[in-house]
C-alpha cells in the first residue's frame, strides 16, 4: 500500500424521492439563488423539472436556468454559464442531468470564481482555487462526476477534451436517484456500464502497485455493473439493477478504488478523449473501442493482474482469454468494440495520434504513449 | 437498494510518516491548543509522542497531556478529560492511540460542548448538538472509529457500555500509519481481526435487505483481515498486510458496506458490550466467542446469506459449514470461541443476560432479544 489521502465530503443522498428535497439541502447551505443546469428539454417533459421547481420554490429558492447542455459539452456553453452566473449573482449551481451537465457545472462554478478565460484552468495556465458551491441531481450513472472534484470538457474550437480537478469541485450535495434512470435508453446504458468499466480498470491495470485490497474492490463493482447491466437489459424497470449499478458507478471514481494504489495512469481516457473530441462519438462508446485494444497491447507489461481479473471476473484462465471476454461482453451488450463501429477508418488515424498526444502530455503520461504507441493500440481497434 | 445517505467528511492521512504532519493539520484547522489523549506511557517510551509534540511545536501549537486512557474506556475518565479540557480553554481534541483513546477523545469533545453529565449523551437523555474538533493519530486498527462518527464507552459506577453517534463526531482528520501499529501484541492483532470481522458480519447476516454489492464489499474486506492477519502472525513486520489490515478495518465502518442495506442491527456488539463492561475482557476477544454461538442462533432465519458467506469467505459449501470455519478460524489464530476461555462460567450467565436488557433496548432490538433468546445464544458459547 503507498500513502495515500482519502478526502470526499460528499453528501450522497440516495434513493427513490430524494430529489424532492433539494430545495431543503440548498436552504441548509443558505442559498437563495441557483444557476440551475441541465440539458435537453427531457427533465421538463418526464416532470423532473417541476419537482425541482416546486422544492426550491418551497425553500424560497430562486433560479436561472441553463440548459441545452450537450454530450461532450463545449466550452462555449461553459462561458454563457458563467456569464449567466455573473449576471445574476446566483450563489450556488444546482446540476440536474448526467455527467455533461454535472461536469459543465463544475467548470461553471470555477470560472465565475476566476477571472481570466475559463479554459486556462483546463490547460494548466491557472489553478481552481475556489468554485461556486454545487450541487446535483443525476439521471444518468456513469462518470461518477456526483463525488469527485473532476471535470472534463472539450474546447470546441481547438478540439482538445481536456479536465480539471480540485477539492473545491466536489458537490456539496449530489442526488442519486436510480428511479431517474429509468428513461436511459438502451445505448446509453450499455455505454455507461462501458464508461464505469474503464474507471475501475486503469488503475487497476497501470498501477506500478495495486494492493490485493483494491483489486477485489474494483473486481466487485466490475461484477455489480456487469450482472446489472445484463439485468437491464432484459428488464430496464429493474429498480434493483438500477439502483446497484448507479452506486457502483458512484464507487468506480470517488477514490476508494485506488487508494493505496500508486504509478498509475488513464491512457485509456487520454486517447479516447481524442475520439469525443474529434468524432463526437458517446464516450463510454469510444472507451470500449479503446479498452480492449490497449489491454492487448498492455497485457505483457502486467500479466498477473490480467490473469486475475480474467479469472475473477469472467472466470476463465489466462490473461489473453480475460481480454477475449471482455470484448464478447461488450459486443454482447451491444457496444461498439472496433473503430469503423464508430464510423472512424484507418485514414483518420493520423490525425487521431496527434490530437492524443496533446491528451496524454496533460495526463502525464506522453513519454510511454508516444505516437508509434497509439498508433499501435489504435490499429488494435481497427 | 434501500434509500440511504452517504457522507463520511473525515480526512484520513494514511501511510508511513503521517504522523509527523498532524502540527500542519491541526494549523490549517485553526487549532492554537489541543488537550492530547492518550492511553500508557507506550507512546512516549516508543518516540511517537516526541514525533507528535515536535510537530505540534513547529507549528506553535500548545498541548495539555491526558493520558492513562485504558481499554474498555470508562466515562470516569472522560469527566475529568472534560474538566481539563475546559480549565485549560483548549480548542481541539488530539487522540494518539487506538480506538479506546479515540472513543474517549469523541465523548470528550461532546462533553465539553454539553452542559450537562456527559452521561446523558450515552443513556438518550440527551443528543450530541456538537463538539470541539477531533483529530486523530492512530496506533491500533480495528475499531473504526477513525472514519465515524461514533464511540463507545463504559460507565464504571452502572456497568453499563453505551454508545454515542452524532455528526459533530466524525474527525477532522484521520492519521493511519500502519508502521506505528508493529508493536501491537499478538494478543490485540487477533482481537482486533475478530472487531472488524464482527463490524463486517452484523448487518452482512441482520439485514432484512442486503444487497449483492454491498455483500461483495464485505467479503473482500473479510478475505483481506484473513490473509492479512495470517499473514502478521508469521511476519509481525510485515508492512503490507499491516496496512491492508488497517485500510480494511477503516472501511469495515465508515457507511461504506452497509450502505444500500437497510433493517440490520448490532446484536453481536448489544450482548458483547456486556461481557466488557462486567468482566472487562477485551473487545474483540468477547465478538470471537460471541459471534459463533450468535450465528449458530441465527443460521435459520438468512440460510442463503450464510450459505454466501461458507462459499466466498471460506470456500465451504453450506452455513452450517461456514460458521464451523470462521470458529475453526478463530481458534487457529488463538482469539477465544467460548465463554470459559474468559473466565466466565454458567453461573454468570443470567447477570450478563440482564445486562444484556439495557443495551438491546439502546440499540433496538429488545423484541427480538429478549433473556430467553439471549441465553440461548449464550449457552452456544459455554
Given at each position: 500500500?503507498?500513502?495515500?489521502?482519502?478526502?470526499?465530503?460528499?453528501?450522497?443522498?440516495?434513493?427513490?424521492?430524494?430529489?424532492?428535497?433539494i430545495g431543503e439541502?440548498?436552504?441548509?447551505?443558505?442559498?437563495?439563488?441557483?444557476?440551475?443546469?441541465?440539458?435537453?428539454?427531457?427533465?421538463?417533459?418526464?416532470?423532473?423539472?417541476?419537482?425541482?421547481?416546486k422544492s426550491l420554490s418551497e425553500k424560497g429558492i430562486a433560479w436561472v436556468e441553463c440548459g441545452g447542455i450537450v454530450s461532450n459539452p463545449v466550452i462555449s456553453r461553459v462561458r454563457e454559464g458563467i456569464a449567466l452566473a455573473r449576471q445574476h449573482h446566483v450563489d450556488a449551481i444546482l446540476s440536474v442531468g448526467g455527467g455533461s451537465v454535472l461536469d459543465s457545472s463544475k467548470a461553471i462554478a470555477a470560472g465565475v470564481c476566476y477571472d481570466g478565460e475559463v479554459w486556462d484552468l483546463f490547460c494548466g495556465k491557472a489553478r481552481v482555487e475556489s468554485a461556486l458551491p454545487l450541487f446535483a441531481i443525476l439521471t444518468l450513472a456513469a462518470t461518477g462526476s456526483e463525488m469527485n472534484p473532476s471535470a472534463v470538457v472539450t474546447n470546441d474550437e481547438t478540439q482538445e477534451k481536456f479536465f480539471i480537478s480540485a477539492?473545491?469541485?466536489?458537490?456539496?450535495?449530489?442526488?442519486?436517484?436510480?428511479?431517474?434512470m429509468q428513461g436511459v435508453s438502451r445505448d446509453y446504458l450499455v455505454y455507461s456500464a462501458s464508461?464505469?468499466?474503464?474507471?475501475?480498470?486503469?488503475?487497476?491495470?497501470?498501477?506500478t502497485v495495486h494492493p490485493k485490497l483494491p483489486s477485489r474492490l474494483v473486481e466487485s463493482l466490475i461484477n455489480t455493473v456487469t450482472e446489472t447491466t445484463e439485468a437491464l437489459l432484459i428488464d430496464p424497470a429493474n429498480y434493483?439493477?438500477?439502483?446497484?449499478?448507479?452506486?457502483?458507478?458512484?464507487?468506480?471514481?470517488?477514490?476508494?478504488?485506488?487508494?493505496?494504489?500508486?504509478?498509475?495512469?488513464?491512457?485509456?481516457?487520454?486517447?479516447?478523449?481524442?475520439?469525443?473530441?474529434l468524432f463526437n462519438v458517446p464516450h463510454g462508446a469510444g472507451l470500449s473501442v479503446?479498452?480492449?485494444?490497449?489491454?492487448?497491447?498492455?497485457?505483457d507489461r502486467n500479466p498477473a493482474q490480467f490473469e486475475r481479473f480474467a479469472k475473477n471476473v469472467f472466470g476463465v484462465d489466462g490473461g489473453e482469454q480475460g481480454i477475449a471476454a471482455l470484448q464478447a461482453w461488450y459486443d454482447k451488450i451491444g457496444t461498439p468494440?472496433?473503430?469503423?463501429?464508430?464510423g472512424i477508418k484507418e485514414i483518420d488515424l493520423p490525425a487521431i495520434v496527434e490530437n492524443v498526444q496533446r491528451n496524454v502530455r496533460i495526463f502525464g503520461i506522453a513519454e510511454t504513449y508516444t505516437p508509434e504507441v497509439v498508433t499501435a493500440i489504435l490499429k488494435n481497434a481497427l
Open positions: 500500500m503507498e500513502n495515500f489521502t482519502f478526502f470526499n465530503p460528499t453528501r450522497i443522498e440516495f434513493g427513490t424521492g430524494k430529489d424532492q428535497l439541502h440548498l436552504a441548509e447551505h443558505g442559498i437563495k439563488k441557483v444557476l440551475l443546469c441541465y440539458g435537453s428539454e427531457r427533465i421538463k417533459r418526464e416532470g423532473l423539472f417541476d419537482v425541482v421547481s477539492a473545491p469541485l466536489f458537490p456539496k450535495v449530489s442526488i442519486v436517484n436510480p428511479a431517474l464508461d464505469v468499466i474503464a474507471h475501475l480498470i486503469e488503475s487497476y491495470f497501470t498501477a434493483e439493477a438500477r439502483a446497484q449499478f448507479a452506486w457502483a458507478a458512484t464507487l468506480a471514481l470517488n477514490g476508494l478504488t485506488y487508494s493505496g494504489a500508486a504509478g498509475f495512469s488513464y491512457p485509456n481516457h487520454a486517447i479516447e478523449h481524442s475520439l469525443s473530441a479503446i479498452v480492449p485494444a490497449w489491454m492487448k497491447w498492455y497485457l468494440t472496433h473503430l469503423p463501429q464508430l
